[in-house]
Structure formats: C-alpha cells, structure tokens
C-alpha cells in the first residue's frame, strides 16, 4: 500500500469560526492505481490532495505514506518527498512565467541537486516524452493551455516519482487537449505510476480504475473499487 | 541538502535581470549611498594627505612657531615683543631645541638700476634655512660671520630676482634695499605647491618667493624701519619630541611675561595632531550622513523585497511543491538581496571613483579610493543587503504553500 489514511481532520480557522474541510476521511490506496477523487466545489478534495502531496498536516488523524506516518517526517525530509516522490499537475498548470520551458522542468532536478548539465539533459529527454521538444526555450506565455499542461507534467514527472497527483488538470483545457492530457496519464498509469486525479469531469473519472466521491468532508462512496 | 550558492546566484541574477527596471530602481539608493563613501573618504584622505604636505613644506612637524596673540590685551601692558637679550636667555634654558630663529619683519622697497620692487624682507638668523629646511638654490644662505660682522648682505626670492634682475644674475650685484646698498649674496630656491581650489594663484606658496632675508643684526642695527621681535621659531630634534618642548617654551615665556599669555605658542605636531581629529570628525559626520542614505537605500529595497515576495507568493508555492525547502526559499530571496546590493556596490564604487577625478581636478588634490576605502563601501552595501534582505527572506520562507498556491 502507498497511501494510507485513518481519520483524517481537517480544520480552518476563519475568524472566529471553524470550519471543517475533512471529517474523517479513510481511503488506501495500491501502488499503481490511477484514482479519481471527485465531489463538488468545496467537498474538500483539494484539501485532501494537499495532505496527501504533504503540503498540508491534518488537524487529526493519521497518514501513512509508504508507510510511513507523514506526521512524524521532519520538513526537511517532507521536502525530499515532494521533490523526489510525487509530482504535481494542477488545473491552472503553475509554471514559472519569467522561466523558459525547459527552466521550468528543470526547477525539482536543481532541488535535487543535479548539476545544470544533467538537468539540461533529463528535462530535454521528458520534455519528448510529452512531445514538446521543440519549444525548449520558449517562455510559457507562447505555449497554447494544453501544450503547458504537458509541460506541467513533465515537471511532475521529472524526478521519476512513484505518485501523480492532479488537481483537475484538465478543467481549463478544450475537449482536445484534455484527451491529450489524459492519454498521458493513461501512458504514466501503465508505466506505473500511481496516479490520483481530483476531477469533476465523468469523463476524466471513467478513466480510473476507482473513484472516490467526496461531500462535506466525508467519503459517500466508501473506500471501494 | 539546500540548493548550492552557485545555483542560488544564478536564480537571483535571472531574476534579477527578468526584473530590469525594478532592479535599476531598487540599487539607486545604494548606488548612490555608496558612491558618497567613496567620494567622502576619499576627499578626507585626500584632504589629510594635502595638509600634511602643507605642514611639511612649512618646515615639518617638529617646528614649533611663538607669535604675537593678537585677540590677547595685556591689562599691565607687558611688552608684546621680545628683546634680543630675551631670545638669548630662552635658547639658553631650551638645550631640547635643536634651531631656533628670531625673526623681524618689514615690508620695504627694493631697486636696481631701474627696477623698483615692494616686498617683505625677513631679519633672520643662519638657523632660519635648517628649520624651514629651505635653502638657496644659487650663491650661499646667511652664514655667522654675517650675523657678527652686521654684513650688508641680502639672500633673494625668486619673485624678487625676476622683478629686479629679469634675466640677468644677481650673485654679486648691488641692490637698494630700503635706501641702503645691500650685496646679494644668494637666491632662495623656488618654492611651490599646486592651490587648492584657489582661483587665480596656481602656488599656494608663491608668498614664500617674494621674500628677502637679511642678518637679524644688520636689520637691528643699521635698521629698516622695524626691529621688534614678535614671533621666533624653534625646531625640536624630532616631531616626537616637539609637544614637550612646547610646553616648556610656553611656560618660560608665560614666566617672562609674568603669567600673561602675550604670545602664541604653536607645534606643528600638535597643530597636525588636531588638524587630524577635526578631520577624523569631518569625516565621522559625512559618513554618517552617507550611511543614512544607505539606511534609506536599505529600507527601500526591504520594501522592494516584501513587494517582490507578495508578488512572487504563488512562485513560492510552487517552488516548495516541487522540493524546495524552507532554507531554499530563504537563500534565493536573501541572496538576491545581497545581489542587488552588492551590484549596487560595485555601479556606486565606479561612480565614486569617476566623480572623484572631476573633483580632483577641480579643488587639484590628489585623490583616488584606495582598497579600503573600496572595501569600506562594498561591506557596507553588501551588510545592508543582509539586513534589509533578512526579514523578506523569512517572510518568504514561512509562507504556507496551500495558501501561496491560492495567491491570486
């Protein structure tokens, strides 16, 4: 197992009030799964793929990553997880807009400590992948939505990590280029990659091998294939 | 492990450079701050330098000059000159003084054949060259024989020779000094130093090579209208030993003029010694108000850097999702501060220096940065790049990463 939860809590302060996000949330996910999470706007999905990518702690409960229980990991060595573990695609794709292409795929590389020529070389290699060779050296701003969530990806996947996680990635693109995007998913599940997508698109979810439903905070579904 | 320096020095310089016309606006401060340091310490040791050689052109440190006290008025009327007699006895209960000269001043007329010349002439006696440490460039300097035997002899300034002899040489030739018939018997050696932003008068020292000397016993005796001694100098046998000498002079002639402060006793050494601390708080007071530009400088670009980081929040984020650690975030930010700074620095020490040779050139003192001056400016730059860069750092890396990624 990959990825454990037990009870997850989560709270936010918001002036005086508190509001709950997760109510107990248990899900297990296997390595080399490709899961959607999907619920409506404000179910508390997203704040779950941020306790789950350890960017976020929980108010309560427990996570186990690789089973390993994330809050006894010092910062230091949840940075290291983030850099070489998961990888992170979100809808409004997050590059650096004052970075080239190929800076911006080599930004976990540097973290990693890898030397500017072995960046250079790796970023070239996954930017292929995704079929983006050619624009190296453009800025993301001359790229169309769908060519920068591929190279969103491949910063997500750059590090070679064992988890992808993605936050509606496909929510700001066109029918086209979602397919696009979702066909490269499919390569990474198939490449083993263990892949959890937070989607409100049926389409996206039809893609997983299982689909978690999430409302107020809670799995309505069960943990269940 | 955190991202190398060279690496963070490369993030900083591209963002830097993505970042063009803010970076311009954010080192001007520090441009400008750093260039004043330059120029300031500069011009104060440039300053410095000019007095010293001033003070060594007039006869070096260990002088030691009595003069009249002009804003001084003896209720009991004590004599304001001394007697030659009164010369004598101080020079016998000074055996520290290695030269001492009683001068008496006029300011006479001088002919030759038609030449006709108004300048002052200096009653001395043969130790008057040693502590000056001004010699004749041409014939000899009065000598003891000359002061015994009340010569009429007359040592000229190059002034002098050129107005009365033009180019014809003196050595031997009779002149008229104050209606009596002087021999001239040597020529003083030319005297300079470039003015300091003086107009008109190149030679700061062009007053020296207007003057005449004579024995002091011819100018008593035979007289040219003054024979009052109201100022000697005296030379200490080295600058070390000059401020106690001086003590004692003033007590002796303090003694002679029953405790009146007639006169004003004066050491080069001493004079230098002060010279230096008015300087040193010339200088104090101009570094401080260039550090307070600095200090300016440094707040504006702490502001600069909070703006940046709200600005770059979501960047932030996005970095820490990716694998930055906190002391990643905090280096990239503080070392572009420090960059900034630091370049600042560098744009203000080239500034300073060029602005120092217009200045040079306009007061004609020599001056140039030296390496610690350099060193000077650029630590402080680059100091206030860390303070001013810290509290951004940390702000910066204390950003939660949900949240920085929401930033709008």
Excluded at chain 1, 36 to 49: D, E, F, Q, R, V
Excluded at chain 1, 181 to 202: A, P, Y
Excluded at chain 2, 374 to 380: G, K
């Amino acid at each position: 197992m990959i990825i454990s939860t037990g009870n997850i809590i989560k709270n936010y302060k918001m002036g005086k009030v508190i509001v709950s996000a997760l109510r107990g949330i248990d899900i297990e996910i296997q390595k080399g799964e490709l899961v959607a999470i999907m619920g409506p706007s404000g179910s508390g999905k997203s704040t779950l793929m941020h306790i789950l990518g350890c960017l976020d702690t929980p108010t309560a409960g427990k996570y186990f990553l690789n089973n390993e229980e994330v809050s006894k990991i010092k910062k230091a060595k949840l940075a290291k997880i983030r850099n070489k573990e998961i990888g992170f695609v979100f809808q409004t794709f997050n590059l650096l807009p004052h970075l080239n292409i190929q800076k911006n795929i080599e930004m976990p590389l540097m973290y990693s400590g890898l030397s500017g020529r072995k960046r250079a070389k790796i970023a070239k290699k996954v930017l292929g992948s995704v079929g983006l060779s050619d624009r190296l050296k453009h800025k993301p701003s001359e790229l169309s939505g769908g060519q920068r969530q591929r190279v969103a990806i491949a910063r997500a996947i750059v590090n070679n990590p064992s988890i992808i996680l993605a936050d509606e990635p496909t929510g700001n693109l066109d029918t086209t280029s979602g397919n696009d995007i979702l066909s490269i998913f499919s390569d990474l599940h198939t490449q083993g990659h263990t892949i959890i997508i937070v989607t409100h698109d049926q389409a996206v979810a039809k893609k997983a091998n299982r689909i978690i439903h999430i409302v107020d905070g809670l799995i309505q579904n069960g943990n269940t294939l | 492990m955190v991202i190398p320096f060279k690496e963070s020095i490369i993030v900083g310089f591209s963002d830097l450079w993505s970042r063009k016309i803010r970076t311009l606006v954010t080192i001007t401060g520090i441009i400008l701050g750093t260039m004043s340091i330059i120029v300031v310490l500069s011009l104060m040791n440039g300053i410095q330098k000019k007095t010293m050689e001033w003070m060594m052109e007039r006869g070096g440190l260990a002088k030691i000059t009595v003069r009249r006290d002009w804003n001084y008025e003896s209720p009991t009327n004590e004599p304001k000159v001394f007697t030659l007699r009164e010369i004598n006895l101080i020079k016998s209960l000074v055996p520290e003084a290695k030269y001492m000269n009683p001068v008496i001043r006029a300011y006479i007329k001088y002919s030759y054949k038609k030449n006709n010349y108004w300048g002052p002439v200096r009653g001395v006696l043969t130790d008057f060259s040693a502590i000056e440490e001004w010699d004749v460039e041409k014939g000899r300097f009065i000598n003891e024989i000359d002061i015994r035997e009340y010569s009429d002899v007359i040592v000229i300034g190059t002034k002098v020779k050129e107005e009365l002899f033009g180019n014809e040489d003196p050595i031997g030739k009779w002149i008229t000094a104050h209606g009596k018939r002087v021999q001239v018997i040597g020529i003083m050696k030319h005297r300079f130093m470039e003015n300091s932003g003086a107009v008109g008068n190149d030679n700061a020292l062009s007053y020296l090579n207007r003057r005449c000397f004579i024995p002091l016993s011819t100018m008593v005796r035979k007289g040219t209208g003054n024979d009052e001694i109201n100022s000697f100098t005296v030379k200490a046998y080295d600058a070390n030993s000059a401020p106690d000498l001086r003590e004692k002079l003033e007590a002796i002639i303090l003694n002679l003029r029953h405790g009146e402060p007639v006169f004003r006793i004066e050491s080069a050494q001493e004079e230098a010694e002060k010279m230096k601390q008015q300087q040193l708080i010339f200088t104090i007071i101009f570094f401080l108000i260039s550090a307070i530009s600095m200090l300016v400088g440094g707040i504006v670009i702490m502001n600069i850097m909070l703006a940046t980081i709200k600005e770059r929040t979501r960047e932030i984020g996005i970095r820490i999702t990716v694998g930055a650690k906190r002391n990643d975030i905090f280096f990239q930010f503080l070392i572009q501060t420090i960059l900034i700074t630091f370049l600042g620095g560098i744009v203000g020490v080239f500034s300073g220096i060029s602005i120092l040779s217009y200045v040079s050139e306009y007061l004609k003192i020599e001056l140039f940065a030296n390496a610690f001056t350099i060193l000077i400016a650029i630590t402080v730059s680059v100091g206030l790049g860390m303070v001013s860069g810290i509290i951004p750092a940390i702000m910066a890396s204390r950003l939660n990463p949900v949240e920085a990624l929401r930033y709008e």
